[in-house]
């Protein structure tokens, strides 16, 4: 069984919502989508709380509406 991903790059996360990449960008920094985190020096992003934006619910994590 293949694995399910926790975190995601960019360019996955931008595929996991049928978006391109530079459309998923413009909606993180116009604060619709959550920022990445950290890990190490690597940004990722959470697929749970892309997962809870997209049903409508609450997220942390600096998110702007």
């Known amino acids: 069984m293949k694995p399910e991903p926790i975190f995601a790059s960019e360019a996955s996360a931008a595929r996991?919502?049928?978006m391109k990449p530079a459309e998923f960008r413009a909606q993180v920094q116009a604060g619709n989508l959550p920022r990445p985190v950290l890990i190490g020096p690597i940004e990722r992003f959470d697929v749970?709380?892309?997962?809870?934006?997209?049903?409508?619910?609450?997220?942390?994590?600096?998110?702007e509406w």
């Open 48 to 63: 749970d709380e892309l997962c809870r934006v997209v049903r409508g619910d609450p997220v942390g994590g600096g998110m």
């Open 16 to 18: 996991l919502l049928d």
